[in-house]
């Protein structure tokens, strides 16, 4: 079964950031290839990566499995930057850490310019993650989750502007109803504590869909509170392994599980392997139609 991943990140080590990603690019890769993924949204760029236009020729040896998508702010990205990185070769955009809510109106221009470009966007939706996850260790009894929490207080400093109410499910349902024909990914099935808003947005809206990445604990929610194919409609999910390299095999196992025991059929389990992302992304595929 061949596996489009939405939700792949341009690899960076952050302990040493100057580091060549050369190595990296390539590893990531073959683990890809070698999971079954045959396309992967790759999200490059932006405040927290190189330039865009560097990204995009790093890329190019990998085009044929990695599909790129530019990491975007809102705050500085017109119009005119959207139509550029377009043409540099850029498929999709991806937003997080917004200073204003999404669907604040001043975003609009850079929404209309990717509905008219069929660049699909990606938003991440919920609390950000962060060093150390509590629901799993604690500083004062992992060595290394202090030595991870120490790392974070110097990367980020003082603190940083960022809000999860600002990346609610609700503000695509904004989004959607003003540029029907854009299409929305909410990453992590709207975020922990958000599933039913998401839920209630991808039934009634067209062109918004849901990834299922963010791990474990999410992937628990959606099977024990009954949200795959129940609450979220099959045709809404895409899959996004959202980690790093070495763990991309594991994800796609877990998932292979899930879909096994949830006893999914072949035509619902291709959807969300592939043909939902095929569809969503530029119409590789052309939508499925009853007959």
């Known amino acids: 079964m061949k596996i489009w991943d939405v939700h792949c990140h341009f690899p960076r080590d952050w302990a040493n950031p100057d580091n060549p990603p050369e190595p990296m690019l390539e590893k990531l890769a073959e683990r890809s290839y070698a999971a079954g993924i045959r396309?992967?949204?790759?999200?490059?760029?932006?405040?927290w990566g190189r330039p865009h236009d560097e990204s995009i020729k790093l890329l190019e040896p990998y085009l044929e499995v990695?599909?790129?998508?530019?990491?975007?702010?809102?705050?500085?990205?017109?119009?005119?930057?959207?139509?550029?990185?377009?043409?540099?070769?850029?498929?999709?955009?991806k937003m997080i850490g917004v200073q204003r809510d999404y669907d604040h109106p001043d975003y609009?221009?850079?929404?209309?310019?990717?509905?008219?470009?069929?660049?699909?966007?990606?938003?991440?939706?919920?609390?950000?993650?962060?060093?150390?996850?509590?629901?799993?260790?604690h500083p004062s009894r992992d060595p290394e989750a202090e030595e991870r929490l120490v790392y974070a207080r110097?990367?980020?400093?003082?603190?940083?502007?960022?809000?999860?109410?600002?990346?609610?499910?609700?503000?695509?349902?904004?989004?959607?109803?003003?540029?029907?024909?854009?299409?929305?990914?909410?990453?992590?099935?709207?975020?922990?504590?958000?599933?039913?808003?998401?839920?209630?947005?991808?039934?009634?809206?067209?062109?918004?869909?849901?990834?299922?990445?963010?791990?474990?604990?999410?992937?628990?929610?959606?099977v024990e509170r009954g949200y795959l194919g129940r609450e979220m409609p099959i045709e809404k999910l895409v899959w996004g392994s959202d980690c790093g390299a070495d763990e991309i095999h594991e994800h796609v196992e877990r998932f292979e599980r899930i879909f096994e025991e949830e006893k999914l059929t072949e035509s619902q389990v291709e959807r969300l392997w592939w043909t939902n992302a095929a569809e969503l992304y530029g119409g590789l595929e052309p939508p499925s139609a009853a007959k």
């Not at 396309?39 to 405040?47: D, I, K, N, T, V």
């Not at 990695?66 to 990185?85: H, K």
């Open 39 to 47: 396309r992967a949204c790759l999200l490059a760029g932006g405040r």
């Open 66 to 93: 990695f599909l790129p998508v530019a990491m975007v702010d809102p705050e500085i990205t017109t119009p005119e930057v959207v139509t550029e990185l377009h043409e540099m070769g850029y498929r999709g955009l």
């Open 108 to 137: 609009f221009p850079m929404y209309k310019q990717a509905q008219e470009l069929q660049m699909p966007i990606l938003f991440h939706l919920g609390v950000i993650g962060s060093a150390v996850d509590y629901l799993h260790t």
């Open 154 to 222: 110097r990367f980020f400093g003082e603190g940083r502007d960022i809000s999860a109410t600002r990346m609610h499910p609700f503000h695509l349902d904004t989004i959607a109803n003003n540029f029907p024909r854009l299409r929305l990914i909410g990453a992590h099935m709207g975020g922990t504590g958000n599933y039913e808003a998401a839920a209630s947005v991808i039934r009634w809206r067209e062109h918004v869909y849901l990834d299922m990445s963010g791990g474990e604990v999410i992937e628990r929610h959606m």
